[in-house]
């Protein structure tokens, strides 16, 4: 059972264009959502993250939305540059006080330029 | 500053044999985590630990083993290695659930 989707397993994009990657979950409880992102050969790296009490939160070229009636979230980066070439990850957690994350299955980018 | 510490980067076992994958970090991080990623899969969560002594399954456990006898160190034991526990895992910690800090992997192979 799989609580949290990215339903598309690669993306591409011209650089300087918008990127947009898309987040499902299923349980209403998850209070905390974050994106990592991930080059080959090494770990997953924090990207940008959103509470459940908030609707968007940005960071520089980072911007993700939380549409909670729909349990979406959405990652965008404007612009895009070819650094951003990369797999990200959708992550969400129950208030549990243990901080165990839900991940998604990924979602591989590739900026061209 | 290391950051979270995981060794060794690459290893190939045999059917049955059994091996230690080391994890350190020394950021001083209550919480630590072990987790697999599997060809097209997310993360799944082995154990995890929130702090010395405190040990508990996550959502694929079976087959592994943990200890946490330091905050810094989170060794994964593998007992009898069999082949669908080929698979890239990653140590991570955390000290307010505000972003993991990973490891850079170990990439496993069981033949």
């Known amino acids: 059972d799989q609580q949290v989707k990215q339903n598309s397993p690669s993306l591409s994009v011209q650089e300087g264009r918008i990127s947009i990657l898309n987040c499902d979950y299923t349980?209403?409880?998850?209070?905390?959502f974050l994106w990592y992102k991930k080059y080959p050969a090494e770990g997953p790296t924090f990207l940008i993250s959103?509470?459940?009490?908030?609707d968007k939160n940005e960071d520089g070229r980072f911007t993700v939305f939380l549409n909670k009636s729909a349990k979406h979230l959405s990652l965008h980066i404007v612009p895009s540059q070819p650094g951003d070439s990369a797999v990200y990850f959708c992550?969400?957690?129950?208030?549990?006080?243990?901080?165990?994350?839900?991940f998604g299955t990924g979602t591989r980018l590739k900026v061209l330029a | 500053n290391a950051g979270v510490t995981q060794t060794p980067k690459f290893r190939i076992l045999k059917i049955g044999q059994s091996m230690t994958l080391q994890c350190a970090q020394d950021?001083?991080?209550?919480?630590m985590y072990w987790y697999r990623q599997d060809p097209g899969m997310g993360l799944k969560l082995i154990y995890y630990?929130?702090?010395?002594?405190?040990?508990d399954k996550g959502e694929v456990p079976n087959g592994y083993n943990v200890s946490r006898s330091t905050t810094e160190d989170f060794p994964l034991r593998l007992e009898l290695a069999a082949p669908s526990q080929t698979s890239v895992y990653f140590c991570?910690?955390?000290?307010?659930?505000?972003?993991?800090?990973f490891g850079s992997g170990t990439r496993l192979t069981v033949v």
């Open positions: 959103i509470s459940s009490i908030k």
């Open positions: 992550a969400a957690i129950l208030p549990s006080g243990t901080y165990k994350y839900i």
């Open positions: 630990s929130v702090g010395a002594g405190i040990t």
């Open positions: 991570a910690s955390s000290t307010n659930g505000n972003g993991y800090t």
């Open positions: 349980n209403s409880m998850f209070d905390y």
């Open positions: 950021m001083n991080h209550n919480y």
